[in-house]
T-cell receptor, first 111, second 114 residues
């Protein structure tokens, strides 16, 4: 059974740029969600995708957007990067009423 | 509405002594509750889950937690700490009817002294 994998592991961007983070869900999982974890804080829910449709969103601005593909993998896109976007971005997948299974995250640094 | 409060931001214990990490929740509906562990620069790993079955839940690595509805608590315990337990621990709640929104506590950092 393949777990949740995220790429890249680390990324450095400049303020105002755009970034795309990628996530492959665990085998058999059709739901993917994204979380932002700032340094020293708990993960904050960004949004969730189920069968290629967004079906839940946290308190994040529209410059945070996403996609889910037919194979249930997913992308998180962030436009007009700000310094406060620096964080660990976690992808999690689940199937039905299972718990979340997390990837190891992408560490984004915005300078 | 759902929310989680982890009562201690830092806990320090000696190796071989018991661990207690405290979590209180608030939920408008019957909750499902989870504990996750996060080692530095890693993702979160599920330790255990409560989903309205037995109130005492056993997890991996010797951890367990007890769901107490009257106290709205779901504290995590382990009889004997090991150095490898040093990590950050998150308590998470979701409504049992809707596994689509997971609410995280702010985390408890566990330090284990030799």
């Amino acid at each position: 059974e393949t777990g949740v994998t995220q790429s890249p592991t680390h990324l450095i961007k400049t303020r105002g740029q755009q970034v795309t983070l990628r996530c492959s869900s665990q085998s058999g999982h059709n739901t993917v969600s994204w979380y932002q974890q700032a340094l020293g804080q708990g993960p904050q829910f960004i949004f969730q995708y189920y069968r290629e449709e967004e079906n839940g969103r946290g308190n994040f601005p529209p410059r945070f957007s996403g996609l889910q593909f037919p194979n249930y993998s997913s992308e998180l896109n962030v436009n007009a990067l700000e310094l406060d976007d620096s964080a660990l971005y976690l992808c999690a997948s689940k199937g039905g009423n299972s718990p979340l299974h997390f990837g190891n995250g992408t560490r984004l640094t915005v300078t | 509405a759902q929310s989680v409060t982890q009562l201690d931001s830092h806990v320090s214990v000696s190796e071989g002594t018991p661990v207690l990490l405290r979590c209180n929740y608030s939920s408008s509906y019957s909750p499902s509750l989870f504990w996750y562990v996060q080692h530095p620069n890693k993702g979160l790993q599920l330790l255990l889950k409560y989903t309205s079955a037995a109130t005492l839940v056993k997890g991996i690595n010797g951890f367990e937690a007890e769901f107490k509805k009257s106290e709205t608590s779901f504290h995590l315990t382990k009889p004997s700490a090991h150095m490898s337990d040093a990590a950050e621990y998150f308590c998470v709640v979701t409504p049992v009817y809707n596994f689509n929104k997971f609410y995280f506590g702010s985390g408890t950092k566990l330090n284990v002294k030799p």
